[in-house]
């Protein structure tokens, strides 16, 4: 009945898991704050709560921790974002594992008997402790944060700071830095991976070693196919001029649903396989294709991403990241799991 759907292959997400796993010989911290990077979180913490690969989950901030509880999440729940006073109750109540990166969290969680992990800023300049080692028998694990992991010398800079932080701590469970692009390399004394993109089978650089596949697949119907004759204008402010009479597809996907603007005039869409350019501007819940030599028709699919595009190469085109698309997939998309 959806007229937008987002469609999540199990068998994909799994696989891609495996991969990771097998690439890296280490247990997986699935991150799935933002909703997990929009596909729907509680539709994935599910599936992430079956597999042995996954030994715990990452949320950005204390709700999104609780959300999962109360789906039934049974695997550890790690907060990246820290604690503020007056949630540290929840951090109880949940079951939830905060990290810790300022002197201020500690304050919030003085007093509570629960697992903490430290997170340390070796060269992100976002969260974290520069160096300082936190003597406290609740500390169960250090992390940090790869800033530029493409750019192989700093991210190497920000290896080597993390272990000599490491080498101040004793009889940690977890240690973990590589994100789905920081897995290159293999860091040699960490535990555990943590990442989001590639689970999805989003590939964070063109020679990726590790064997994904997209899991992802985005579509809309198809509301209206007309013929327009030429010298016809199309949607908002008129940038798209037909040339000869063009067969016109109105799909119901728009901006709102996450379609940047910006892709206008630009970025194609899929039709059985076929692309498909976006003509005139997109529009909060609609946009223009060109299904000229097609058979679309009414009430028919159109592939945004799938087997033809990924998030990232849409994203590209965008001038954007696959991560800021992804998040911005409306709620009035339906999630499939397939
Ligand atoms: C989002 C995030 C990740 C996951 O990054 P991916 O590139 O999606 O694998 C890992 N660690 C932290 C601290 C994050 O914020």
Redo the contacts with the bound molecule.
Sequence with gaps: MSRAELRIRVSSLENNIKSLYRFSQKPI?A?L?ANA?GVGALQVALLMDKLEEISAL?V?CVEEGIDLRKVGVKKKILV?GGVLKGEEKAFVEYNLTP?VSHKEHLKALAGLNIPIQI?YDTG?GR?GFLEEVIKDNRVEGI?S?LSS?LDEEYSKLQIERFVKILNHYRGLKYVHME????VVYRIPFTTHI??????YGEK?MPNYPVSITPALELRAKILSVKTLPTGFSVSYSRTYITEKPTRVGVVAFGYADGLMKSLSNKAYLFYKGKPVKIIGNITMDMTMVDLTNTDAQVGDWIEIVGQNQSFTDLAKLAGTIP?ELMTNLSSRIRRVVL
Excluded: N, T
């Design positions: 911290i991150v704050k990077y990452a950005a990246l990290v997170k992100m969260l992390l944060h992991p994100s789905s692009a920081g943590r990442v989001g993109l590639a689970l964070p991560y």
